[in-house]
């Protein structure tokens, strides 16, 4: 997968790209992270990039000739178009899901008071990281990215990411390590045993407990099986 981020602040992708995960999936080839300076596409001789709100106001808006023309010079009919924006719809686990199916994926980043509403024909959807306001869209850029990336194949073992929270529906179940005993408090015995059934049924029972304890409103849209219904109401009786 090809990753095109346009940004007034290319710099700001240098760490991300070059640590951990992203850069070990880069470095494999399984997706490339492309920054481009929408400055460069500034006509003017100082490059200006925004421009006053017409109608007054306070802040600066993003010019719609200057990011078109950066749109249209780094994009194709192969490209997914994306705006970063608090009025996107709000992202999520499914929407990664989506996005790691398009082979390019083109995410454009504002920055001061957002982009001149023109810009809006120019892509494919928008997408809102959550209900406040960020500086600019390079940290939404980055969670996307990032969302996507491990999401591809190979980037991280399948296993890594099938039971991870919200790809089932539930909650993750709770993870531990060594040591089995830190400042008296214990693993859970069963992860212990060697029995996978009876360690499926533990992580099942506490993916389903947490998500009933923390993120209740999941389980509304849950397909629940017959074992897991059952599971679900041993939970309710031991935590009244
Ligand atoms: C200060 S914000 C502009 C907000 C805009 N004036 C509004 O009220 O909708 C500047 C840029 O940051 C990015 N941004 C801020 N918050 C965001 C969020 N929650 N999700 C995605 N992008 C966001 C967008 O690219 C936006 O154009």
Excluded: W
Excluded at 42 to 55: A, E, R
Excluded at 200 to 211: D, P, S, V, W
């Amino acid at each position: 997968m090809k990753i095109k981020i346009l940004t007034l602040f290319p710099d700001m992708f240098n760490e991300f790209k070059n640590e951990s995960i992203i850069k070990r999936a880069i470095d494999k080839g399984i997706c490339s992270v492309e920054c481009i300076d929408i400055r460069e596409y500034s006509l003017d001789k100082h490059h200006h990039v925004d421009d006053t709100p017409c109608g007054g106001g306070a802040g600066m808006v993003m010019a719609v000739d200057v990011v078109a023309r950066c749109i249209r010079a780094n994009t194709s009919d192969n490209s997914h178009i994306i705006m970063m924006t608090p009025q996107g719809e709000r992202y999520s686990q499914k929407k990664a899901e989506e996005l790691k199916k398009y082979d390019e994926l083109v995410i454009l980043c504002g920055h001061y008071e957002g982009f001149d509403e023109r810009i809006r024909d120019f892509v494919d959807e928008e997408i809102s990281i959550g209900d406040f306001v960020l500086t600019g869209g390079e940290i939404p850029a980055m969670v996307i990215s990032d969302s996507v990336i491990r999401l591809l194949d190979n980037a991280i073992k399948e296993e890594s990411h099938e039971d991870d929270s919200f790809s089932t529906g539930l909650l993750e179940y709770p993870q531990y390590t060594r040591p089995i005993d830190f400042e008296g408090k214990l693993v859970p015995e069963v992860l212990l045993s060697g029995n996978h059934k009876n360690i499926q049924r533990f992580r099942k029972k506490e993916a389903l407990r947490r998500t009933y304890l923390k993120r209740p409103d999941l389980l509304e849209k849950y397909n629940f099986t017959k074992e897991e219904l059952e599971l679900l109401e041993e939970i309710k009786k031991e935590e009244i």
